[in-house]
């Protein structure tokens, strides 16, 4: 049935809906039914979406998983082949160690010894003279006198003088070489039965670090090839070198 149109002017008359109620039951029972399972097939595609996203993630980290499991087998092998590096790393720190082991008490004596009588005043004529030095094990040398550091050496020597000398000159005289420090002497005069008057001085000097050679240090910063190739594959280099001695 048309509504009467607003331009004419119609009284409302109110509505009577003729519809039996079992009848408008069954409809609204139908749309709850719709919508249901609307509901559950949306609900089932959201399912099966995030079950095939989450099974798209497995496959990819499994295989992502494969690739690194062979890709560590092949750095696990090449690693294996760089493993006389450690062997080499002891063999440096060994023989950086012995360098320092052995040059730790490295003295040149003889131009040691040169230069401390270089520095003797010309009246005086050494007697004895006695070298203490210590060793790698040793370490430090017990200090002569209560007077001196520790060093890595001691000199102590005694001579006579026909004449007097001016200590304090000798002593500075011995103090300004390089390798000596914390010097002392003692003089004494001696009167002889003929009634000779001589002096006798006996003193020591510590020998300090800098009378160390520096001979054992090295400059060297790459390993050479021979020694790398030995490391490398010990087999072929001394079949190499059995080659070459024959």
Same mark, same amino acid.
């Given at each position: 049935?048309?509504?009467?149109?607003?331009?004419?002017?119609?009284?409302?008359?109110?509505?009577?809906?003729?519809?039996?109620?079992?009848?408008?039951?069954?409809?609204? /029972?139908?749309?709850?039914?719709?919508?249901?399972?609307?509901?559950?097939?949306?609900?089932?595609?959201?399912?099966?979406?995030?079950?095939?996203?989450?099974?798209?993630?497995?496959?990819?980290?499994?295989?992502?998983?494969?690739?690194?499991?062979?890709?560590?087998?092949?750095?696990?092998?090449?690693?294996?082949?760089?493993?006389?590096?450690?062997?080499?790393?002891?063999?440096?720190?060994?023989?950086?160690?012995?360098?320092?082991?052995?040059? /730790?008490?490295?003295?040149?004596?003889?131009?040691?010894?040169?230069?401390?009588?270089?520095?003797?005043?010309?009246?005086?004529?050494?007697?004895?003279?006695?070298?203490?030095?210590?060793?790698?094990?040793?370490?430090?040398?017990?200090?002569?006198?209560?007077?001196?550091?520790?060093?890595?050496?001691?000199?102590?020597?005694?001579?006579?003088?026909?004449?007097?000398?001016?200590?304090?000159?000798?002593?500075?005289?011995?103090?300004?070489?390089?390798?000596?420090?914390?010097?002392?002497?003692?003089?004494?005069?001696?009167?002889?039965?003929?009634?000779?008057?001589?002096?006798?001085?006996?003193?020591?000097?510590?020998?300090?670090?800098?009378?160390?050679?520096?001979?054992?240090?090295?400059?060297?910063?790459?390993?050479?090839?021979?020694?790398? /190739?030995?490391?490398?594959?010990?087999?072929?280099?001394?079949?190499?070198?059995?080659?070459?001695?024959?």
């Amino acid at each position: 049935m048309n509504p009467v149109p607003a331009a004419i002017g119609a009284p409302h008359v109110p509505q009577v809906n003729l519809l039996p109620p079992e009848v408008e039951a069954k409809r609204s /029972a139908a749309r709850t039914r719709v919508k249901l399972l609307i509901a559950l097939i949306l609900f089932v595609v959201l399912i099966a979406a995030a079950w095939f996203f989450a099974r798209s993630l497995r496959v990819a980290a499994e295989d992502e998983l494969g690739a690194e499991q062979v890709r560590t087998t092949e750095l696990q092998a090449e690693l294996a082949s760089y493993s006389y590096l450690n062997v080499l790393a002891d063999v440096y720190d060994n023989s950086v160690a012995a360098r320092a082991y052995v040059g /730790a008490t490295d003295i040149e004596w003889a131009s040691q010894l040169t230069a401390l009588t270089g520095a003797l005043p010309d009246d005086v004529a050494w007697d004895t003279i006695q070298v203490t030095q210590s060793s790698p094990s040793s370490g430090s040398i017990t200090a002569p006198t209560v007077f001196t550091n520790l060093g890595v050496g001691t000199v102590t020597f005694a001579g006579t003088s026909a004449e007097p000398i001016i200590m304090a000159d000798y002593i500075e005289a011995v103090d300004a070489l390089p390798g000596y420090a914390d010097t002392w002497i003692d003089a004494q005069q001696i009167v002889e039965a003929d009634g000779s008057v001589s002096w006798s001085y006996s003193g020591s000097t510590t020998v300090t670090i800098n009378a160390l050679s520096g001979r054992i240090a090295t400059t060297q910063t790459e390993v050479p090839p021979e020694i790398m /190739a030995f490391y490398e594959d010990p087999d072929d280099a001394e079949a190499a070198t059995s080659e070459e001695a024959n």
